[in-house]
């Protein structure tokens, strides 16, 4: 089955820093999402984005599909921006979807 | 608009014992997914239902867990009898089409079995 695997593990970042997590996947996608499981467990949406670029906000992410990678931006990272950020795939509508091991982000005051 | 309800929020059972957990997607949400979540590791789907027909419960335990959807709107995961493995966060999801699309989750219920 399809791999995912996301870098770093874990990140710890002063607040305003800048970030950049990335998401490769070992074969062809036709949906990828990013999550960002808060401290509490809630897991949230930031993107759908199984091609090209979308912002939102201080968050951006980018997935070229092609070369079977997504990076996620965070600018001027704030402590409420901690918590886990997970990737998920799907390879087509009648596969299973997996999701990376996560990256653990912790944002300083 | 509603968000995915799950109850309860917490259990805690011995092993050998049964639970069930509960959950209502978004109105109108075709699409419904059960995750186990292990500390430390990202979901893992159990199973997923298109409308109430089981569209992949590949990684489903089935000698010990079941699941149903009656009606196409909530659902039931029951798990029995529960091992210690079974200690995780179990998570509910739906989305508004027959795939992946945009996820979306609810709190989930942290299960303890001791």
């Known amino acids: 089955g399809i791999q995912v695997e996301q870098s770093p593990p874990d990140l710890i970042l002063q607040e305003g820093a800048n970030s950049t997590l990335r998401c490769n996947f070992s074969d062809s996608v036709n949906n990828l999402q990013w999550f960002h499981q808060n401290p509490w467990g809630q897991l949230i949406n930031l993107f759908y984005?199984?091609?090209g670029t979308k912002q939102n906000g201080r968050l951006s992410a980018t997935t070229v599909a092609t070369e079977r990678y997504s990076l996620l931006y965070i600018s001027s990272s704030q402590t409420t921006d901690s918590g886990v950020y997970f990737c998920?795939?799907?390879?087509?509508?009648?596969?299973?979807?997996?999701f990376g091991p996560g990256t653990s982000l912790s944002v300083i005051p | 608009e509603a968000g995915v309800a799950q109850s309860p929020r917490y259990k805690i059972i011995e092993k050998r014992q049964s639970v069930a957990f509960w959950c209502n997607p978004i109105s109108g949400h075709a699409t419904l997914y059960w995750y186990q979540q292990i500390l430390g590791q990202g979901p893992k789907l159990l199973i997923q239902?298109?409308?109430?027909?089981?569209?992949?419960d590949s990684q489903l335990p089935k000698d010990r867990f079941s699941a149903e959807r009656l009606k196409g709107v909530d659902s039931t995961l029951k798990i029995q009898p529960a091992k210690l493995e079974d200690s995780a966060v179990y998570l509910c999801a739906s989305s508004s089409r027959t795939s992946f699309d945009e996820q979306y989750f609810g709190p989930g219920t942290r299960l303890t079995v001791t």
């Open positions: 998920a795939v799907e390879r087509t509508s009648y596969d299973k979807v997996i």
């Open positions: 239902f298109q409308n109430n027909g089981v569209v992949d």
């Open positions: 984005i199984p091609s």
